[in-house]
Every structure is written in C-alpha cells, then in structure tokens.
C-alpha cells in the first residue's frame, strides 16, 4: 500500500494550496480518506475526514469554511484544498486511509496506512 501526497509549498497568509494524495494497493472505494497536520514542536492533528461515499465529511473547527476535502475515485485520489490559509495552517500535512471510522474519525489510530507527508508553509 502507497500514499503519495504532494502540492506542498511555501504560499503567502490570504492564499491558496491544493494537496492531493494518490492511493494504491487497495481497493480504494471501501476507504475513508483523512488529512493530519503536524506544525513545528506540536502533536499531529485531525484536519478533515471524507467516508468512502462521500456521505460522511468531517473537519477540525479551525479550517471549516476555508479547507474542504474531496475525492475523485476514479483517480484513487484525495484532496485538499485549503484557502484563505493563515500562518498557523503551517505544517506538515499527511494524508492516511481507513477502512472505516464510525465516530473515531478524528483519531490516528482509526486509520491502517499514512503518506509521507507534505509541507505547507504560511508567511504573513
């Protein structure tokens, strides 16, 4: 099982970014997707959730209304896209998959498998 994530990169406070992170080795329909974020000197954090059919979406209250999380199943691929970013979104952001997550969506243990992670840096 791989998890490629990219679309990292350093972005002005105000700007945007989208991550993607490719998926293979499982049937990638019969997972959820999430995102995790780890800034400098902190744990690693839940940022957003999408169940397999899209019925489920979940999000850390700091990002609602800026962050949204989608998927393309086609392209066994998961999305990030962060807008209005502020320099406390600054982190390493990891994408990881699980077979399901009823209502442990935001912990890392509910998911099987992780990205290597890609860097967002936000300047003020």
């Known amino acids: 099982v791989q998890l490629q994530a990219s679309g990292g990169g350093l972005v002005q406070a105000g700007g945007s970014l989208r991550l993607s992170c490719t998926v293979s080795?499982?049937?990638?329909?019969?997972?959820?997707t999430a995102w995790f974020r780890q800034a400098p000197g902190k744990e690693r954090e839940f940022v957003a959730a999408?169940?397999?059919?899209?019925?489920?979406?979940e999000y850390i209250d700091s990002v609602k209304g800026r962050f949204t999380i989608s998927r393309d199943n086609a392209l066994n691929t998961v999305y990030l896209q962060m807008n209005s970013l502020k320099p406390e979104d600054t982190a390493v952001y990891y994408c990881?998959?699980?077979?399901?997550?009823?209502?442990?969506?935001?912990?890392?243990?509910?998911?099987?498998?992780w990205g290597q992670g890609t860097l967002v840096t936000v300047s003020s």
């Open positions: 080795g499982v049937t990638f329909t019969t997972y959820a």
């Open positions: 990881a998959i699980a077979r399901t997550f009823g209502t442990a969506w935001q912990y890392e243990s509910t998911y099987s498998f």
């Open positions: 999408h169940s397999p059919t899209g019925r489920r979406i």
